[in-house]
């Protein structure tokens, strides 16, 4: 029998629903390795609802700014997955690449324990 290790990271990611989209519908909208860093960049983000043009906007200028938080939808939050780095920047490349047609999810934290690059 022939065996083999794969080494996985555990990786944090938030899940946001667009103020554009369905309720249903959902994109990762950030990614770290630190469930506490995501959650703290996370709250970091949130300002009172302002109303500009007959939208509620929830967050600050910046990636988050045309979501929902959290609380506005069941199936939305930080959720924890093992995963190989493979396969993260698999998915974050298609992302890249994608023409806007998916949202680039921003990383949160040390960089380096999912790109292999510096902070």
């Known amino acids: 029998m022939e065996t083999r290790t794969i080494e996985q ?5 938030l899940h946001l629903n667009s103020i554009f989209a369905n309720y249903e519908n959902s994109s990762m909208v950030a990614v770290s390795a630190d469930e506490n860093d995501l959650s703290d960049w996370y709250e970091s983000q949130k300002i009172e609802p302002e109303r500009i043009d007959g939208m509620f906007y929830n967050f600050r200028e910046g990636s988050l700014r045309n979501y929902n938080p959290i609380e506005y939808a069941d199936h939305c939050g930080i959720v924890g997955i ?3 780095k493979n396969e993260f920047l698999d998915y974050y490349v298609d992302c890249q690449n994608s023409c806007g047609f998916k949202t680039i999810p921003e990383i949160i934290g040390d960089k380096s324990v999912l790109l292999d690059t510096e902070d």
């Open 9 to 13: 990271v555990k990786l944090y990611m």
């Open 82 to 84: 093992w995963t190989t």
